[in-house]
RNA sequence: GGACCCGUAGCUCAGCUGGAUAGAGCGCUGCCCUCCGAAGGCAGAGGUCGAAGGUUCGAAUCCUUUCGGGUCCGCCA
């Protein structure tokens, strides 16, 4: 993208200059902090800068008096029509019509790459999410994660950022224990085994979980490939050594394909997926350990019992501990449990030494809200591991209920009973579960209606927006899809009705939008710049209405009607690469 | 007892990292379809930003305290 696409920048340059003309002595990063943004009311003019009360206290100067200097040199540019001081010291700036036209062709030679931002030096970010336990299909509660993080990751690339994004694969510890067990009782069922579920739930460290239906193919499919061989004559279960390495492995294997083919049907994707057997395998834990106690963070202690609430059967016992409180954390934090063995969180820590040797200066991980107790330490644990050269940013997801018919869907995963992500899909469609689950900040709890999600009125943000493409498109057609490149060329005087250049002006805040919703790690902004795109361009549809001078296409105004279609036409291109950043499709037609 | 998140219009939510008179949709009120783009459109009312202090030229935004709601809190992952 060339730097003259972006309006902001290119204003917030001039800007920048003339303040460095008339504060010669400053230094240059006086500047940092000097914005330059569409003003909140429109009647203030096409932009609006602080500048003046950002290095008003720098400079020694009250800010309305250098604000008034700094009118004064940018009245000076071609393309500002007028610079005046106003309030505190901000100065407004009306544009050049002309120079506002000028982002329709603009947007029209970039096509899909604008709003791109420029190539980022340091290494490419690692963006993990999902990351759902390989122990049963995914669920509506892994949904939100899901698309937050990989709209994320859409977002970071469209910023200018090389990203990796990761999967981890808890494929080690209890939990794939107690699944093996599961799927091995599913197993002797399919051998047709006399004993009952509670009778073979007696000989299960931790009894039977995982009792869904979902594991009962699997034990079918154990039985066709390894015949009776996994269990002792009369389908009774063999000691644990004959079988569980074998089942776990296969039914890990069978539930990470099931949970691919739902991100699949989410158009969720991931780069690559990190086994956390194979972490461990490869000797990262005791790599970060060593990494620590060089840096003397290591130590066996006993922790304090967790005020208010103390367990039954709480005693004090020696572990191995991590000095998390060195690096911000509360408590420090143990790596190994009291009989020696790793603790989930040593797995994690040695999982992100692994991530920070790859040379990725930045990681990010998008988790549910219930860890969010686990954020300081995990940070903690990066910042030792790096000497805080790696930073760790976490995004929490807070927690979706699902609401049909005005009553709340629960789901338990446990139970075998619940509302599983491909359930969703198929009620709602994909498009639509993504993009309700951006119209929240993702630390703010949300309520997933199935109902309205469907609903083609102007209160489902869904439908507007597509709604908004599918006009756009519809014009287009019926003007026989001119080529955008020809659209290019045209010239713009025409376009000189306010709700035509509210919307070029919607359109110019694009590549400033993706780069605040990047920096903030924040994809639910780019639904909302949608929303305000799609209204500026209803609006400019509905004047058609009233107005016929104000349509589209007009056949007495064919030169006025090319200055409309290119701005349709950079209308429907900045819709979809918003949608693509969203990971959604741009409808054609709405149905 | 402690940590983290949320609290903004009657309802559901934005608020661009501290800026101007706090915004949108729904709902409400009032206008606008014999026809041409009404699955709608236009306009209006509606707020001590949970509360109280503080920081400064300036606070919904930052700090402290407090009140509600939600997630969590040795050797579960």
């Given at each position: 993208m060339t730097p003259t696409t972006d309006l902001f920048a290119t204003m917030r340059a001039h800007v920048v200059e003339a303040l460095r003309q008339i504060?010669?002595?400053?230094?240059?990063?006086?500047?940092?902090?000097v914005l330059v943004e569409p003003p909140k009311d429109a009647s203030h003019g096409d932009m609006a800068t602080n500048g003046a009360m950002m290095v008003a206290k720098l400079a020694k100067m009250p800010p309305p008096k250098l604000a008034a200097a700094l009118c004064e040199k940018l009245?000076?540019?071609?393309?500002?029509v007028e610079a005046t001081p106003a309030g505190p010291g901000f100065v407004n700036l009306r544009l050049d019509e002309a120079f506002v036209r000028a982002v329709v062709p603009a947007v029209l030679a970039a096509g899909?790459?604008?709003g791109d931002g420029p190539a980022r030096e340091g290494g490419p970010v690692n963006v993990e999410y999902v990351s759902a336990n390989p122990t049963g299909p995914m669920h509506v509660g892994h949904c939100r994660g899901a698309v937050v993080g990989d709209a994320l990751a859409l977002l970071l690339r469209k910023a200018g950022y090389d990203v990796t994004r990761e999967y981890y694969v808890n494929d080690a510890g209890a939990q794939v224990l107690a699944l093996a067990y599961a799927t091995y009782w599913r197993y002797l069922q399919a051998l047709g085994t006399p004993m009952t579920e509670e009778e073979f739930a007696q000989s299960v460290p931790g009894g039977l979980q995982?009792?869904?239906?979902?594991l009962v193919p699997v034990g079918i499919a154990l039985r066709q490939i390894f015949k009776e061989t996994?269990?002792?004559?009369?389908?009774m279960p063999a000691a644990a050594i004959h079988w569980l390495d074998t089942v776990r492995d296969f039914t890990v294997e069978a539930m990470m394909s099931a949970i691919r083919e739902d991100l699949a049907a989410l158009g969720v994707e991931h780069d690559v997926f990190i086994s956390e057997r194979a972490i461990v395998a490869e000797g990262w834990l005791e790599k970060a350990e060593a990494t620590l106690s060089a840096k003397d963070l290591i130590y066996t202690g006993v922790l304090e019992p967790p005020k208010g609430k103390t367990p039954e059967d709480w005693e004090p016992r020696p572990q191995v501990l991590f000095r998390a409180t060195q690096y911000g954390d509360d408590v420090d934090r143990p790596l190994r449990k009291s009989d020696g063995s790793g603790t989930y969180f040593a797995n994690d820590v040695a999982n992100h030494l692994a991530k920070i040797d790859r040379g990725f200066p930045q990681l990010v991980q998008v988790w549910g809200a219930d860890h969010g107790g686990y954020v300081k330490r995990m940070q903690a644990a990066v910042a030792a591991l790096s000497d805080r050269k790696v930073s760790l940013d976490v995004v929490l997801t807070q927690i979706v209920h699902v609401v049909k018919d005005g009553e709340p869907v629960r789901m338990s995963k446990r139970a075998g009973t619940y509302v599983t992500l491909r359930d969703l899909i198929d009620e709602v469609g994909k498009d639509a579960v993504r993009f309700t689950m951006l119209t929240r900040k993702s630390d703010a709890q949300m309520e997933f209606d199935l109902n309205k999600v469907i609903e083609q009125t102007r209160e489902n943000p869904v439908f507007y927006v597509q709604y908004a493409h599918a006009r756009c498109r519809s014009v287009l057609r019926s003007a026989g899809d001119p080529a955008p490149t020809d659209l290019a060329q045209v010239p713009l005087d025409s376009l000189t009705d306010p709700a035509e250049l509210a919307l070029i002006r919607r359109m110019a805040g694009w590549p400033r939008t993706v780069e605040a919703a990047a920096a903030a790690r924040e994809p639910h902004r780019i639904a909302f710049f949608l929303q305000d795109l799609a209204s500026d361009f209803h609006v400019l549809w509905n004047r058609g209405r009233d107005d016929a001078t104000l349509r589209f296409i007009r056949a007495e105004e064919p030169e006025a009607t090319q200055a409309r279609l290119a701005l349709v036409a950079a209308t429907s291109v900045v819709l979809r690469s918003g949608l693509a950043v969203m990971g959604v499709e741009p409808v054609e037609e709405m149905r």
């Open positions: 504060l010669p002595e400053l230094p240059p990063d006086s500047f940092a902090r009245r000076e540019l071609p393309v500002v899909p790459a604008y995982y009792k869904g239906e979902y996994l269990a002792e004559p009369g389908a």
